[in-house]
């Protein structure tokens, strides 16, 4: 039974690593850019819902309607002002631009928060749990976040598959000049992909800030937990993501189980296994 | 017709420049007459990140191949060091060679799976890469765990008896080996491999199309810098006599302040790592007090300089100047044009 429990919040957590991974698979699908500076921003909301929580009061869920458009905005226009200069055939000028923004995200969230450790709190909802069958106690809120990433990525692939904006979306992925051709404002559709890039991670960061203590300098590891979800799940995939975020939060889970110290490496290697054998991710998109 | 011409590297200005750098090797080598303590410590320091922005400029300007994981081999080089010397007890200073051959023999596996992710990703993975290695360290108790180690003293006096005489060791060292790099950096870009990276850096897929094994040269240049890396790495932990995983893999001391540096300085081009270590280093001297709002800074100059002058300082004095401090062109001289010039 003690395992089927350390599977099942394994299985839990990779709805949170899935909704990282969402945000960072899908800019990387519209405008093959790499966001180094992913991981900060969904720490950079979860500091958004403290505020917001502190000043009016709210319970951190709900602050999640306030935290999700701010994070759009900052989103459409960061790629606005800064990422849409750096988009070329050129390698580096986006990475090195995100990477100096990760920089300074982390020490502007240092100056103004300190180094402290910070959380979220939620309530009675954070320790409330519920058995499954006899001895298999499944927590309330790691089940919310769990069915949240899962409605977040059916969502996602709702509005890339059946409307006008996915299908402009589409476009500019295939093909950049024709879909402008076509009357589409790249500019402007890049924009927008990054406004719903921040504000999947802004749904994420207020979890993980219910979930764990959080500092300003915990973004780049979670940027590396949804880049190996995308990995293991395979470019191109929503529903490849949430499985890549669920092998990596199975393998972490077990990873901690046999050695407390081993928990984040297992996730590694479990992501180093999946790029030896199987490069093109469980799930690899089919059609182009 | 039999070959009627050759290959010159030097222009007037790079003479002009290698004679500076020249007389600059030798004023440096007798620093311990003129400088203090202090400022030994500080030059070898620069010297560390010369040598580590030239690495980096190699990898991520020539061979296009963009890593944000080269702390990884920093800490190796440390670490071997560490454990080369204390379990096996090689000597401090043979430990730095070794160092870098392990770190090379390491790359090889390292680049077989990094290489598999495409452009963007290739940088996150090699920061995956990093990740583990710092959790592997923590792991070992033999060498303190996460909380570190110190050089037992017993090794330390191995290098030499008197305080002095090691502080003086290690300084010509970090000069040795950032000399050796630099050297090693225009050596390779003079030879065959130099031209295929150069091919590489300015449009890969006409390289390709030319018949350069764009694969096996990025290859080559992938486990270069890890040896070198490696080794500046063993040697800056060697004069910190103490190691701990976060020292060790820290992204901002390895990563961000070389790449800042290299972009800063002018990305692609060999004089720029230098240009910028000597810019980091006056805005650290004079604003090391804001802490964290300084590194906030350097952020917002270097992604300034990358939208707004993508070839860094250096790059921008090269072109409007024509400047060149080492003999790096390819100009081919006829056996007719001998007689004129």
Redesign the interface.
Known sequence: MEWVNIIIQGVLIGGLYAMFAAGLALIFGVMRLVNIAHGDLIVLAAYIALMTTDTLGLNPLLAIMIVVPIMAAIGYGLQRALLNRTLGDDVLPPLLVTFGLSVIIQNALLELFTADSRRLRAGAIEVASFPLTEGVWIGVLPLLQFVVAIAVIGALQLLFYRTALGRAFRATSDDQSVAQLMGLDNRHIFALAMALSLAVIAVAGVFLAVRTNFDPAIGPARLIFGFEAVIIGGLGSMWGTLAGGIILGVSQAIGAQINPGWQLLAGHLAFLLILAVRPEGLFPKVQG | MTASFHVEHATRASRIGTAVFAVAIVLLAAAPAWGGRDDLRLLAEIYAYVALASLWNLL?GYA?L?S?GQQAYVGLGGYVLFASTIEAGVHPLLAVPVAGVVAAVVALPAAG?LF??R???F???T??VA??FR??A??ISALGGGSGISLPAAIVTEMASSRQMREYLIYWLALALVVVVLAAIVLLLRSRYGLALTAIRDNELAARSNGVDVTRTKLVVYVLTAFGTAMVGALIFLQKLRISPDTAFS??DWT?FV??IT?IGG?GRVEGPIIGTVVFFVLRQTLADLG??Y??M???V??AV??LA?KGIWGFLAERFGWQLLPLERRLRFASDARTT
Do not use: C, D, K, T
Request: charged share 5%; glycine share 10%.
């Open positions: 991520a296009g963009v944000v799976l598999r992710l452009g963007h990703y940088a996150i993975g920061w995956v990740e583990v959790l592997i923590s792991q992204v901002n961000a790449i800042f972009v990305i964290s709002l590194l906030l350097l952020g917002a270097a992604i990358m939208l993508p």
